[in-house]
T-cell receptor, first 110, second 113 residues
């Protein structure tokens, strides 16, 4: 989606932290999301953050939201081989509509 | 098991031959949607439905039709497929927009020759 931008590729060493960045355009978005797509599968919701929050932590995942800059990031601590996937950033636009970024392919190398 | 089921998972067809991709969910979700995924473009919404007999166009509806006669089913119809509709298609459903969690099917890879 043209309204949400993210880098296309990220390579990270196993055990290091991964940081995936995303910028969005709709300042009225209520929720921002990270979805994960494993090879040959559909997307699964990984985590989401409400627009009035700055940070959300869930085990190895940390989401940071900078509303002023319309910047969202996902940090994965202690990255494992099972974290290799495509990660999509998405913003809510109105009712029942999500705008997705192009997806960041994360490759975890030993 | 709660799931969204799409069929077929893979299909190769020829230009102009009508086809239907079925989608069924067993979670009693009101909202259903179709997306296509293309390299470098992410997911783009084709059509969505907020309830039975209520459908609306997404961002890229041209060349597609949908219907929502029952809550659980939301088929995607390509009346006259063309090569530019070669793509990976995903059906998704959601109970509400409160959290925006979409449940996705496993995808249907369509090739139009």
């Amino acid at each position: 989606g043209e309204d949400v931008e993210q880098s296309l590729f990220l390579s990270v060493r196993e055990g290091d932290s991964s940081v995936i960045n995303c910028t969005y355009t709709d300042s009225s978005s209520t929720y921002l999301y990270w979805y994960k797509q494993e090879p040959g599968a559909g997307l699964q919701l990984l985590t989401y953050i409400f627009s009035n929050m700055d940070m959300k932590q869930d085990q190895r995942l940390t989401v940071l939201l900078n509303k002023k800059d319309k910047h969202l990031s996902l940090r994965i601590a202690d990255t494992q081989t099972g974290d290799s996937a495509i990660y999509f950033c998405a913003e809510s636009i109105g009712d029942y509509k999500l705008s997705f970024g192009a997806g960041t392919t994360v490759t975890v190398r030993a | 098991e709660a799931q969204v089921t799409q069929n077929p998972r893979y299909l190769i067809t020829v230009t102009g031959k009508k086809l239907t991709v079925t989608c069924s969910q067993n979670m009693n979700h009101e909202y259903m949607s179709w997306y296509r995924q293309d390299p470098g473009l992410g997911l783009r919404q084709i059509y969505y439905s907020m309830n039975v007999e209520v459908t609306d166009k997404g961002d890229v509806p041209e060349g597609y039709k949908v219907s929502r006669k029952e809550k659980r089913n939301f088929p995607l119809i390509l009346e006259s497929p063309s090569p530019n509709q070669t793509s990976l298609y995903f059906c998704a459903s959601s109970l509400s927009q409160d959290t925006g969690e979409l449940f996705f099917g496993e995808g249907s890879r369509l090739t139009v020759l």
